[in-house]
DNA sequence: AACTCGGGGGG
DNA sequence: CCCCCAGAGTT
């Protein structure tokens, strides 16, 4: 028997008989709903964008309704989730289908493609899963199960690889019913041929899994490039005046673009980030001390955030402006119920809860110094 | 082809 | 501490 027919028998068999994981966007009808978890699930584990799929169909039902929304809105609801242009391309997607499409999501494979944020995983999965086209998907979960069971080494993030197991996946599809299978694949991988602790033992394909014979199931799938962690070092000044505090947003081609964030300083080296600490008792930017009459209320410990590229250490000064509320170019004043209906990064937030527990429980309760 | 984009879970 | 996750866009 072909190898690609038989491990699709087998792999429908699989799925029919006893495994399907229980989650919110299975046996979807509709395509909004498809696009956003898809969009969703990009680079996230499925029990990560669980509370995040319902929080969006929830507060926009249909297409139109996230549509009309604002960005800002959308971001706050984003906010966690990590990789943020997902929730941009969401958007403004979503403004193009309802008011340009007149709300009729594309029904082609290509014209899916199209669409922003949507590449040729995401593209695959809602041809199939919302039209029941015959576009097979590869995501990690493809990639592990195909390299392992056709003991395929070539590396999964190098073009070659891409190509190769594309063919593959579509070799294997069962056209006649796409949306099963693909929904098989990842279930697959998910649960059985899984990257750590498989369960090759009770497996179904064991039999001709060539990376089980060859006790190479550990080995692949082969990847070729490692990443290189760039670390950062920041202190962030949280600047009160009255009752508002000055938050900016960032607009950088950077880490976090499109929230928003406390005015801050950025460190070359961790000497230099630590050096500055024995000055955390004024407000500096720029290696200049602010003149602006001040009170350091708290300062945090140094917290630390580890992104896939990044790692990022920072602490926080929490600081009240005594005088007159200082208009620096990119700061903007909010009050704590404006503030809450901003994004800010993971990090942040963090910051905020540490200064002001640090404020009512430290040492720094009363005023250190005034400028 | 190489880089960059978050955050959380698990060994 | 490292790898992985229902990947995609930019350079």
């Not at 491990?7 to 229980?22: V, Y």
């Not at 966007?25 to 990560?48: C, F, G, N, P």
């Not at 592990?144 to 294997?172: H, M, P």
């Not at 980030?273 to 410990?301: D, M, R």
Request: aromatic share 12%.
């Amino acid at each position: 028997m072909n190898p690609s027919t038989r491990f699709r028998q087998k792999l429908i068999k699989w799925h029919t008989s006893e495994n399907t994981r229980a989650l919110p966007w299975k046996e979807e009808k509709d395509v909004y709903r498809i696009w956003l978890s898809e969009i969703i699930l990009q680079q996230t584990r499925a029990d990560q964008g669980w509370k995040y799929y319902e929080r969006f169909t929830e507060a926009y039902p249909t297409i139109t309704d996230l549509a009309k929304a604002s960005l800002e809105e959308v971001y706050k609801l984003w906010e966690g989730l990590g990789y943020y242009n997902r929730c941009r391309n969401l958007h403004s997607t979503a403004k193009y289908i309802a008011f340009d499409l007149k709300g009729k999501f594309p029904n082609t494979f290509e014209s899916i493609l199209e669409l922003k944020g949507v590449g040729p995983y995401t593209a695959a999965a809602i041809a199939s899963f919302g039209f029941g086209l015959p576009h097979a998907v590869v995501d990690g979960n493809v990639f592990r199960v195909l390299s392992r069971v056709f003991g395929i080494e070539t590396a999964v993030d190098s073009t070659a690889g891409k190509k190769q197991f594309q063919q593959l996946a579509n070799e294997c599809l069962d056209a006649k019913s796409p949306a099963a299978y693909n929904q098989a694949i990842m279930d697959f991988g998910a649960t059985v041929c899984k990257p750590d602790l498989p369960g090759c033992k009770s497996c179904c394909m064991q039999s001709f899994c060539v990376a089980f014979k060859e006790q190479r199931v550990n080995e692949l799938p082969v990847k070729e490039k490692k990443i290189k962690i760039r670390k950062r070092w920041f202190r962030f000044y949280i600047v009160m005046h009255k009752d508002k505090v000055a938050v900016q947003k960032r607009t950088a081609k950077d880490v976090w673009s499109n929230l928003y964030e406390f005015p801050n300083e950025e460190f070359s080296s961790e000497t230099e980030w630590k050096q500055a600490g024995a000055l955390a008792t004024g407000l500096w930017l720029k290696g200049e001390k602010i003149k602006q009459p001040h009170q350091v209320l708290s300062v945090t410990k140094a917290i630390k955030q580890q992104l896939s590229h990044q790692l990022i250490w920072g602490n926080a000064v929490l600081v009240l402006l005594t005088g007159k509320q200082t208009s620096s170019n990119k700061w903007e004043w909010k009050t704590a119920d404006e503030v809450k209906q901003l994004p800010f990064p993971k990090l942040l937030n963090d910051f905020l809860k540490a200064a002001v527990l640090e404020f009512f429980t430290g040492k720094h309760g009363t005023v250190k110094q005034k400028t």
